[in-house]
Each structure stands twice: as C-alpha cells, then as structure tokens.
C-alpha cells in the first residue's frame, strides 16, 4: 500500500493522506492534484514524519488524480517553507503557495496568445478604441492585461481583434532566454573592490553557507563587487537571486546587468504579465533562468541549482511584508541560503542595526567598503535650522537652500529635493468651518493630488473629485491646502527657478518601467536641472552631474513614536545624501529640520554613523527591543467595531502571565479604521531566550471568535500603526 501525506492549497484542510494508485510516480515535493469531496485541489507530497496528519485507515483513502508536469520541490525549499511557517505563525499551505508563484505554469509550457496593435489606422475611431490605440501602443499582453492598461472593457478590444486593428501572435513559453556570459564586460576593479569579490567568489566556489554583509558608502561600487560573485556562479552553472526593495529599482539595475553580462537578468516580481509569469517560473524550476532578480516574492521560487543570493538595500524596511504572511526576506533570504548551502550577501550603506549586530557577534561576515569609487569624495552635509533660517509665507525651502539650488542652475549642474510624501498636500481643510477631508475607509486624511486632480487616501486607495464647495458648510472655493507634499515643492522650483527644468518622481508618476527608464535617460543626459522626488529616488541612482541634494524636512520621519524611527531616518537621509557628487565635482547636502539638536540630525551632520548605531543599539537594549529582546504584535480586526473589540478583549483576558514576556494592550491601534475594518493591537515584547512564537500559539489557538473577526500574528514587526 502506498500513502501519500499532502499539504493541500485549502486553509481549512492543510493536511491530508491519499493513496497512490498503481502506475503514479511520486517523490516529496511532487505536485499533485487530489479529490477533495467534490472538487480538485493541489497539494505538495510532504514527508509523513515532518508533517503531523491523520490517521485515516488504508481503505478509506482516496486515490491521487495526476502529477503535475514540473520537477517536485526541492528539499530545502520544503525546510524553508517549514521554518517560515513555524517562525512567522503562518500557515504552511500559505507560504508554500508563494513558491508555486504561477498555477498556470504547473500545466506544463506550450504556447498562449497574446495581442498587439497591427498598426493599421483607420480614419474614424470611437472614443474607447481610440484611447484603447494610445494606451497600447508598444504592448502585447493577453485581452485581459490589455484591457486593464487600456482602461477598456474586454469586449472593446475583441471588437478591435474583429476590425482587424489588433492581432494575435503566439507566445511560446519554454522558449528559452538568452545566456548571460560570465567575463561580458569585466570592470577593473580597486583594491578594496578586489579583496571583497575574492571573498565573494571564494564563497560561490565553496558552495556552504556563508552569509556576508556588504558594508560600502553610496558610491563604493557595491553592486560591482557583487557581480563577480554573480559571474562565478554564472561560470559553475548555478542560478542567482538577487533582492531588490522595489520594482522601482529594478529598470535601473537591468540596465548594469546587461552591460556587465551583455544580456538582461530574468525578471520576477508581482505584476509581470502572465507568459512572463509562466515562462519565468518554468525557467527557474527548470534551473534555465540563470540570474532571478525581483522584490521579496522571487525568494520563494523553487531555483533547481542555486548557488547565490544577494539581498542588495538590504536595510530596506520594504522587504517586511504586511500581509498575507507577515514575513521579512532579507531574515527568509538567510534562511534560504542556509538550507540550500550556499553564500547570502546582505548589501547596504546603512544596514539595519539587526545586521550589524549580528556581524558584531561573528554571525555575519563584514566586508567594508570605505571609500567611493574612483576618487570620489564623500558630500559635505550642512543643517539648516528652519527655526532660525525661515523659508518665506507659504514656501517651504530655506533661503540658503533656494541660493544654492540658483547657483546650481547657473553652473549647469543637477539638484535633487526629498520629501517623503506623494501629491501636493497631506491636509485639506475649509477655511470657512474648518472641514477635514478624511477617508471613509480609514483613520486618515485624504491627500490632495493636484496633477491627478484628486483627493486620494495613501491606505487603501479611495479617490474623490475635489469638490466645488465645501460638503459640510456648503460654502464655494473655501477649501486650503495645509503642508507641502512633493507636488507643492515641485510648484515652489519653478517659481523661484523659472527656467529650471524640474522632474517630479513619485510612484505616481514614474508607475511603469517605460517612464522610469525615460527619466533616467533624461536625468543622465542633463536634460532635468531639479528632480523633486519621494524615497523612490533615495537609492540606486547614479548622476555624476548631480551635486546638490536638499532634504526639505528631515523631521517627518521622526514623529509618530515608531521605535525604529531614529534609525529609518538617518537611513533614509544617508542614502539621499549619497546621490550628491557621485561624479568628479564634490556634492553638498542640506538637510532642513526644526530639531537639530535630534541625535540623528547631528550625526548626519558630523557623518559619525559608529557612534550613532552605538547610541541607537544603548537605547535598544534598554528598551529590551531588538535586536537584544523581541517583539510580537497581535493584530485584530473586523468590519464591526463591538466584534473587533471583543475579540480584543477576549485575547487580551487570555493573556498568559509569563516572567519573560511583557503583553501591552489590547489598545485602539493608532490605524484603528483601515479598509473599513476596526483594528486594535497588541504588543509582546519578550527576553531573547523566550519560545515567542510557542507563547502565542499556546494562548491563541484555543480561542474562537466570531465569524468577522480576523486575528493577525506580526512576528518581528516594522509597522506599529
Ligand atoms: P553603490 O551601489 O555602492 O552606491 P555603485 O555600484 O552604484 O555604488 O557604483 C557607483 C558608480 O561607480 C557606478 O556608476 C558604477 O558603475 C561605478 N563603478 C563602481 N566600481 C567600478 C569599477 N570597478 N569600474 C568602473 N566603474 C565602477
Ligand atoms: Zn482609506
């Protein structure tokens, strides 16, 4: 008799045993589809051992109906899914739904249609083909995809298909990619650059674990020295992940890839289309995509033969996932590479104070980069006190910044102002009856998108019109903006620099890989004086005619109590201030704040960054946070509020009573509408030395609650909202 134990895709069955009919082949990992009553599920064959099941006697068992065509899941992708499920109290069907990353791909490669514009172009056109014409100009996608960029329904574009305006063409999926080469363009390293690739590529050749953090200043050539040890692993045969923080970056880092290994890397990333989807993971199951570069979800792909992973912005708070499975990749890339043997190289200039920690303790090891590439200085980092040194009435920069922002202009060189906050105002109020625009969904107010024309809500999405009059006094034209969002300061530039050409950057406007490489392109060919932009533009780029950089309010950051706030903002402001004088003219950095005495200003101030993760670490270990205690938050919530707090109380009265362990709440969470759901939190802080997570099963798993009711287990969390 041959038994099976599955982990099926169904949250309430996780586990279940079927019989292997006669003729089936299965291994651990083997993807298979199974009857459950009278539907199909999948599922993934698990070691009996390792997955606690049933105890279903033989005859009862219902047979397995098919195995996929894909190689089973390899073994250490099975111990990490195991240890992501235990360690962030997911569970495990959740996370090994990650790895499988396309169903379609399961069926097997073949071909698939997708569609494109044939160029024709007829001289009457209805309103919807003729915005559906300029919408997908340059794409090819299937209806579906098309007919969501376009803003069209399906039915427009089938009419299209019919009038002969569109085209199919025939997509084969297996159809291989091209080789990346290992010694393409090999740049001459420094000395410094040298002795960290030797490291590296020793470490790819070992094949064990070896996790390394790569600790260079902006401008060190961080991502050179790291694709040597890509090159090495190219030249053994074995994949490559590489971790990006966002999908912003990655049009940048295709373009190094490909002039370093002539052609570019495989993409992974949530919103490909999907035959890349599918040809993507097909590749990579396959061991055929040499080099995967993608946000956090490309961790959990089922590589065949990897043999490195870089975590590149390792310190970035973005790869934290904040729902579904509340997990952190670069702590799951460690993992990863643990089980798969191999090396792990976390690469920043501010690593996270866990990072250093552990590096400090020996865990890790520290690779420095301590200076800029080729010569380049270091930018000089001045204050200025907005206390003292006042931007005009209604403006926001100081007159030292906008002096030198003219002198910038004058000697042809680029500038760059930060403000973390997308569209032109975070408050609009009536100036009649003081009227807040709030979200219905969420405990916020709506923010002002002049461009977009739009009242927007950054939580969850929700849109209004601007309207005429204010809705609570009826009054017209009464409506004022309150603070600056990077659309004002943008507004305030061509004010004051008339001719400046000024680019804005905001995940609102450079939303896809056409317009960012756009304005890279323009930004390298000097063709933008001032570049006003959120932290999508903090990291990553390199403009050698960039030498001014301004930091409109380096104060943002530091409200909102968040414990980690001290260290997001000297982050955040080092890595902006390391786009200034990348090239050969030297930088300078203005940073405008009303606390300039904060620990954090000074020490961008006097570039003391060892003393400040010493303070900040002090501070840590006398909160007991982490690195040196750790932290758990529970999350709860419904779309009633008595349910939600009810269900808060009931946790909150189950409480155990451990000396480890410190339980705060349950509270409102400071969020406590979000997406039209009431939330409250808790927050356990414990001893290193507690079994945190057997904690909070223990007290949670006995608990029911009602229907509406969800309860969120955040293990090591970054959002306190
Ligand atoms: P970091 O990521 O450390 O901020 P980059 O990797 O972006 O630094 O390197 C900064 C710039 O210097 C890039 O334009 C890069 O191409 C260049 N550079 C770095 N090292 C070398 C090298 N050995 N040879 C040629 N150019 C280099
Ligand atoms: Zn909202």
């Excluded at 399961?106 to 009457?124: S, V």
């Excluded at 509270?667 to 759901?677: D, N, Q, T, V, Y």
Aim: net charge neutral.
């Amino acid at each position: 008799m041959n038994r099976a134990r599955l982990l099926v895709f169904n949250a309430a069955l996780p586990v279940l045993d079927y019989r292997v009919p006669d003729g089936m082949i299965v291994e651990p990992g083997s993807i298979v589809v199974a009857p459950l009553g009278p539907r199909q599920v999948l599922g993934i064959v698990w070691e009996d051992e390792r997955l606690p099941g049933t105890e279903v006697p033989d005859s009862k068992l219902r047979p397995l109906l098919e195995v996929m065509p894909v190689p089973p899941l390899p073994a250490p992708l099975r111990r990490l899914i195991e240890w992501t499920a235990d360690y962030y109290c997911a569970p495990m069907a959740a996370v090994a739904r990650m790895a499988i990353g396309s169903m379609a791909a399961l069926r097997g490669g073949g071909t698939m249609t997708e569609y494109r514009l044939t160029g024709m172009e007829p001289k009457r056109l209805t309103p919807q083909r003729a915005a559906a014409m300029d919408a997908l100009d340059g794409e090819q996608a299937t209806i579906r995809e098309l007919a969501e960029r376009a803003s069209v329904s399906e039915g427009v574009l089938r009419g299209m298909v019919g009038a002969g305006l569109l085209e199919p063409v025939v997509v084969d999926l297996d159809r291989p990619y091209p080789r990346a080469r290992a010694d393409h363009a090999q740049p001459q390293l420094s000395e410094d650059q040298q002795a960290a690739a030797d490291r590296f590529v020793a470490a790819v050749d070992k094949g064990k674990f070896a996790p390394f953090l790569l600790d260079g200043v902006t401008g060190s050539g961080k991502t050179e020295t790291y694709f040597e040890a890509v090159a090495e692993a190219l030249r053994l045969g074995r994949q490559v992940l590489v971790l990006l923080p966002e999908i912003a970056l990655t049009e940048n880092f295709l373009r190094r890839f490909e002039a370093r290994f002539g052609v570019p890397p495989v993409l992974w990333h949530s919103s490909l289309k999907s035959t890349e989807r599918r040809r993507a993971w097909r590749a990579i199951v396959r061991g055929e995509a040499q080099v995967v570069v993608g946000a956090r979800s490309a961790l959990f792909m089922p590589y065949a033969k990897l043999g490195l992973i870089v975590v590149d912005e390792a310190h970035e708070v973005s790869f934290k996932q904040d729902d579904g499975v509340r997990y952190n990749a670069r702590d799951v890339a460690v993992m990863r590479a643990k089980f798969e043997k191999v090396p792990v190289i976390l690469a920043s200039a501010t690593p996270a104070l866990e990072s250093m920690q552990l590096a400090e303790a020996g865990v890790y090891e520290k690779i420095d980069l301590p200076a800029r590439f080729g010569g380049a200085t270091m930018p000089d980092i001045q204050i200025v006190d907005l206390r003292t040194e006042q931007p005009e009435r209604g403006h926001w920069l100081a007159p030292r910044l906008v002096k030198e922002l003219k002198l910038r202009l004058e000697r042809g060189e680029q500038s760059l102002l930060f403000l973390n906050r997308r569209g032109y105002a975070p408050l609009t109020l009536c100036r009649n009856c003081g009227h807040r625009f709030q979200c219905p969904n969420c405990t916020a107010w709506l923010v002002e998108h002049r461009l977009s024309r739009r009242l927007a809500c950054h939580h969850c999405g929700y849109e209004t019109q601007p309207p005429e009059a204010c809705p609570e006094c009826h009054t017209a034209d009464c409506l004022v903006a309150c603070g600056p969002g990077v659309e004002r300061i943008a507004d305030e530039v061509r004010e004051i620099l008339p001719e400046a050409r000024v680019a804005l950057v905001t995940s609102d406007t450079l939303n896809n890989p056409a317009k960012i490489n756009e304005f890279v392109e323009a930004a390298e060919n000097r063709m933008i004086d001032v570049i006003v932009g959120t932290q999508l533009v903090t990291k990553g780029y390199h403009f050698p005619e960039l030498t001014l950089v301004g930091v409109v309010d380096a104060d943002l950051g530091l409200e909102g109590g968040d414990l980690r706030a001290g260290e997001r903002t000297y982050q955040q402001i080092a890595q902006v201030a390391g786009r200034a004088g990348r090239g050969e003219k030297p930088g300078k950095v203005l940073i405008q704040t009303r606390h300039p005495e904060a620990p954090v200003i000074e020490a961008l101030a006097s570039g003391d960054r060892d003393s400040f993760y010493a303070a900040e670490a002090e501070a840590r270990r006398d909160a007991m946070a982490p690195p040196f205690g750790r932290w758990a938050a529970i999350i709860v919530s419904s779309e009633e509020e008595a349910e939600a707090r009810e269900a808060a109380r009931q946790i909150g009265g189950a409480r155990p009573d451990l000396p480890d362990v410190l339980i705060l709440g349950p509270a409102p969470a400071p969020l406590s509408l979000l997406r039209g759901r009431y939330r409250y939190r808790l927050l356990i802080n414990a001893r290193r030395s507690a079994e945190l997570q057997d904690v909070i099963r223990a007290w949670l798993d006995p608990l029911r609650f009602s229907h509406g009711v969800r309860v969120a287990v955040d293990i090591d969390p970054y959002s306190f909202v």
